[in-house]
């Protein structure tokens, strides 16, 4: 999730011997959310939801100078986990020279995870509760891979390859599962590819890319994969930024006997304005269709965001049309945040 604030981050830098270099650095941010929702369906009344909810990150980047030029980092995130206790978020381990970056691990290389529009605060896909659909490709960035990312003409081109497509953190320390094919899709997911490329253009005022990916199912009883391919631009006016992406994706586990095409099509629009060197705001739009559903399912995005020099503030209200595909099932959001990196 995109930060509102720049870590300024505590450093810790070590001189080895000679021209070698290490250097760790401690930051993280504390981010706390008021929401309100309001759903409701073509059946039953509008029914009213608030919470407050906060959420702690503290990260570590280790990096170090190698030889022939080379330099290595080790980075990780610790993260509060759903029962509220501390985890490990993310990890990941990498060497690379003026070109050409190895990885493994979780996240790091971003891979086809590319926001496909400019926003303030949260893409509508992020915020709590809002539809079923994204903007953005669900990157195996989030699970054990090994990746690639190497500077090409214009931009990178990014490749990522699991074992298991969905073996996140939680995995542990080498605990391989053998990928039984199970009528029930019990068992771990098989392999997962992804590629992107990422370029930029007109002295960095032109952005886009186009990523894909392909996710093999296990279960016997699907004759399909997830797959998925998104394509994005964006052109920086100077204040104003504007962007539009569109995003197909198919989900896996199909029944062998389903009739219909499961893919989901997602464009999506977005506008932001810098009023003044700390006031920006901005609109969202997506559109999202498919085969399966009776109607299509519709987001708009109104955003503002502060920065109030050490802390950031936002708020969000956006409004979904036809939450997955269902005629009349809408829903009003309304979130405020604070977030303060460190």
């Known amino acids: 999730m995109k930060k509102l604030l720049a870590s300024t981050a505590l450093v810790g830098a070590l001189v080895v011997s000679g021209s070698s270099f290490a250097e760790t650095k401690f930051g993280g941010n504390v981010e706390n959310t008021w929401t309100s929702k309001q759903t409701q369906t073509s059946s039953v009344a509008a029914d009213s939801y608030d919470a407050i909810g906060t959420d702690i990150e503290i990260t570590v980047d280790h990096t170090v100078d190698l030889s022939n030029g080379w330099k290595g980092k080790v980075a990780m995130a610790i993260d509060e986990s759903g029962a509220g206790d501390l985890s490990i978020a993310r990890s990941y381990a990498q060497v690379s020279n003026d070109g050409l970056t190895l990885q493994i691990g979780t996240e790091g290389i971003q891979g086809a995870e590319i926001y496909p529009i400019p926003t303030v605060a949260d893409i509508s896909s992020d915020l709590p509760g809002l539809g079923t659909t994204g903007e953005y490709i669900s990157s195996l960035n989030n699970t054990h891979t090994i990746a690639a990312s190497m500077k090409v003409p214009f931009g990178t081109f990014e490749a990522l390859y699991a074992p298991q497509s969905n073996a996140g953190k939680n995995a542990g320390d080498s605990d391989a599962a053998e990928p039984t094919d199970t009528a029930a899709g019990n068992g771990p997911a098989g392999t997962g590819y992804e590629l992107a490329y990422k370029f930029s253009a007109m ?48 989900a896996g586990g199909n029944g062998a006997t389903s009739p219909t095409d499961r893919e989901k099509t997602i464009d999506s629009f977005g506008v932001t304005l810098a009023a003044s060197d700390d006031l920006s705001v901005g609109v969202q739009y997506k559109k999202a269709s498919s085969d399966e559903w009776s109607s299509d399912e519709k987001t708009t995005v109104v955003q503002a965001a502060y920065n109030f020099g050490g802390i950031g503030f936002s708020l969000s209200i956006a409004q979904l049309d036809n939450d997955n595909g269902t005629a009349g099932s809408d829903n009003e959001l309304v979130v405020f945040r604070t977030k303060t990196s460190f």
């Open 203 to 250: 002295d960095g005022a032109l952005t886009g890319g186009i990523g894909a990916n392909k996710k093999k199912s296990m279960n016997q009883a699907n004759h399909d994969d997830a797959s998925a391919q998104s394509i994005s631009l964006q052109y920086n006016l100077g204040s104003v930024k504007v962007g539009a992406g569109r995003l197909l994706d198919t």
